[in-house]
């Protein structure tokens, strides 16, 4: 259990911070730029958890995965690391992707198909949920840039890829089924 007596710790005064392994990288390095941009992407999910009724129980479990997420990516491969999560070490795992792709397979099923691509808007909640989308996305491309230099857990990818679609369909939901998506008219405005 992670315990902290202190908020404040002086150590990245020096513009490094510590990685689960304890090594130190600079602030701006691409692997805090992901981990940075998966705690925005889990910030936007909690303002909208907080006018979610009927799907904050799974808003709150993704928030929980996002946290695992950002410690699985704080967490250096070593050479021979096959991304299996031990006594030490939290990895996203194949069954929390599962879990979403299961989300949004039954999101799917009451839904009608689209028409058309649709705006981030309608309901309160669905402009929530398009914002963290928007944000889950940027941590996506960060994620897959740390990906394309360093070694990290496969599933850590995955699992963000899912989550955006996730939160796709979820606003689609928020907004009455789809019945308040609005929907893109190409060229409209010409």
């Known amino acids: 259990m992670v315990k902290l007596n202190k908020i404040y710790t002086r150590t990245g005064d020096d513009g490094t911070t510590g990685l689960v392994d304890g090594s130190r990288l600079a602030k701006q390095a691409p692997r805090m730029a ?55 070490t939290l990895r996203i795992v194949s069954g929390q992707v599962e879990w979403l792709e299961r989300a ?54 995955a699992y963000i890829n899912r989550l955006s679609d996730y939160l796709f369909v979820a606003a689609r939901l928020a907004n009455d089924g789809g019945a308040r998506d609005v929907k893109w008219v190409p060229g409209a405005n010409r």
């Open 34 to 88: 992901a981990i940075g941009k998966v705690d925005e992407a889990n910030s936007a999910l909690g303002l909208a958890a907080v006018c979610a009724e009927e799907m904050s129980e799974d808003l709150f479990r993704i928030q929980n995965d996002l946290f695992d997420l950002g410690a699985d990516l704080a967490t250096p491969a070593a050479e021979d690391d096959d991304f299996s999560p031990g006594e030490m």
């Open 104 to 157: 949004i397979d039954s999101a799917n099923e009451k839904l009608e198909p689209l028409d058309s691509f649709v705006l981030p808007g309608g309901s309160e909640l669905a402009a929530r949920l398009h914002i963290a989308r928007a944000t889950t996305r940027s941590a996506e491309r960060l994620v897959a840039a740390l990906a394309a230099v360093e070694r990290i857990n496969p599933q850590a990818l």
